[in-house]
């Protein structure tokens, strides 16, 4: 139980998100997004930062098998459309080859000397905004748990997978602490699972990350998320630290309104320059 | 002294694809002058930026604006316009390499190292380490290294760019000189660090590519050697 196993194309890891759709996440945050849209945002741009990861001039490589499963109304569905639609879990370079679209969005750069310029860039989206109905959030967890035993039985040696939780935590379908404790309780040779919860809320307040106590959270839902999700492993607090993101052992893998992409720069795979933290 | 190199070669993260060996490295050893490279995996051509680095280093002096020129080099080997989104994004990213210069200087008695990056120098007389560099320690490696980048301004933003330092020598004696990429330098300082001087005679006795693939092969089974691309000269500096 080391997470020490190399990430390789002959041992992936698994990324699954599970994405909150319910009604609630048509409310607007401060950002002045909604919920869901912020979600969709972030989802999107995590993906694209994964895959970025991964390419090299000859081609995606695939050092991670990633799904994406969202909840709404009554049921768990799979959140990626298209070609993607036929399973949950995918090798990454099938995630690259098959967005919905790719936008084109300008973004404000350095211009080198001290101005900033509008620059084109090519943004992918494999996930729309979308709200409604309730909030099956135990359906969610035993859907990813079912993933990740099949993943974990046909890759017993790899990193085991990482579930990136994105949700207002207001769940509809019972309590979900217990389905996440037996979640994280799914592992290979290498390791449990790792649960990590974004909550996004409209209640405002500096984003939070990696906490050691739900002393500094707002509501109950904030607390529950926290309690759902795994401690920092070791090699996690490291990383963090290197981001500058205090971290310690007592650190839960909990982010209250905050970006994510960063946090797939959480997982190894090969000599990376201390210039991209 | 000269430098007569007894050995030089390269084993790759997975055997089966030797052409993705990202490690490069060149020898002049008439000029006392030996130039590695340890290309990044996280990078867009890592390989491509390695071997522009030594190329162009075994040539001339080390200075930002050699690697900014080299950078140039890189840069018309791409065309980001015709490329798909995601390759121009990792494109945008940059590539990244250590570079590890070794040099002769026999007028002054000593060997100069530059390192920028995670490769080492060994510096060993008989069975004897005397110095390493960069690193003098195996957990150094655990950290993320800055490394030679294709995008300049990453270059000039680190101060230094890179490090370097002199080791003396006299007209009398017999030295070694070991350069290597992490994994090789991980691995062998871990050894040392415990008081076993069994790895660094392991090295040393290394003539024929394929002891240096037996020792890797076998240290990577047993874990105690971590996968990657994996470069080693030795070279002898004696008195000439």
Not at chain 1, 232 to 241: F, I, K, M, S, Y
Not at chain 2, 87 to 103: H, I, K, N, P
Request: charged share 25%.
């Amino acid at each position: 139980m080391s997470y020490s196993a190399e990430i390789s194309r002959t041992s992936p890891t698994a990324f699954l998100f599970l994405v909150d759709q319910s009604g609630s996440m048509q409310d607007t945050m401060e950002n002045g997004k909604s919920k869901a849209q912020f979600v969709a945002d972030v989802l999107n741009r995590t993906l694209a930062t994964l895959i970025t990861r991964c390419t090299k001039s000859e081609g995606t490589r695939d050092y991670f098998e990633v799904g994406v499963l969202g909840y709404s109304g009554s049921s768990v569905e799979n959140g990626l459309g298209g070609a993607l639609s036929s399973a949950v879990l995918h090798p990454i370079s099938q995630i690259e080859a098959n967005p919905l679209r790719v936008e084109n969005r300008s973004k404000r750069v350095d211009d080198g000397a001290g101005g900033l310029v509008e620059q084109s860039i090519k943004f992918p989206v494999w996930f729309e905004a979308k709200a409604s109905g309730g909030t099956p959030m135990c359906a969610a967890i035993t859907a990813a748990a079912e993933q990740l035993v099949a993943w974990c039985d046909a890759h017993p040696n790899s990193y085991p997978p990482t579930v990136l939780h994105v949700t207002d935590g207001e769940s509809t379908d019972g309590d979900p602490e217990v389905l996440a404790q037996q979640l994280q309780q799914i592992s290979t040779a290498d390791g449990n699972v790792l649960l990590f919860n974004l909550h996004v809320s409209t209640s405002g307040g500096d984003a939070v990350k990696f906490p050691t106590s739900d002393a500094a959270l707002g509501d109950a839902y904030a607390k529950l998320l926290f309690r759902m999700s795994s401690s920092l492993p070791p090699h996690l607090q490291r990383v963090a630290e290197e981001k500058g993101i205090k971290a310690t052992m007592e650190s839960k893998g909990f982010v209250y309104n905050g970006e994510i992409a960063e946090i797939v720069d959480f997982f190894d795979i090969g000599t990376r320059a201390a210039q991209l933290r | 002294m000269a430098i007569t190199v007894l050995f030089e070669g390269t084993v790759a993260k997975h055997s089966e694809s030797p052409e993705e060996n990202e490690d490069a490295c060149r020898l002049a050893p008439d000029r006392g002058r030996v130039v590695l490279s340890d290309g990044a995996s996280e990078s867009f051509d890592a390989r491509s930026w390695a071997r522009l680095l030594v190329d162009r280093v075994i040539e001339e002096e080390l200075t930002l604006d050699v690697v900014a020129e080299c950078a140039e080099a890189y840069a018309r080997l791409h065309d980001p316009a015709s490329m798909s989104w995601s390759r121009a994004a990792a494109y945008e990213r940059g590539s990244f390499a250590t570079l590890l210069v070794a040099q002769d200087y026999p007028e002054s008695r000593m060997v100069r190292v530059a390192a920028s990056g995670d490769s080492l120098a060994l510096w060993v007389d008989g069975g004897e380490v005397l110095a390493s560099f960069p690193y003098d320690r195996s957990e150094l490696f655990q950290e993320k290294p800055v490394l030679l980048a294709t995008r300049t301004n990453l270059n000039s933003s680190q101060s230094p760019a890179w490090a370097t330092c002199e080791w003396p020598y006299d007209e009398q004696g017999y030295r070694f000189l070991l350069c290597m990429t992490d994994a090789l330098g991980a691995w062998l300082l871990a050894h040392q660090e415990r008081g076993d001087t069994s790895a660094l005679e392991r090295l040393l006795s290394i003539r024929e590519p394929g002891e240096l693939r037996e020792l890797v092969d076998q240290e990577r089974i047993a874990g105690r050697m971590r996968r990657d691309d994996t470069t080693l000269v030795i070279a002898s500096v004696t008195q000439g």
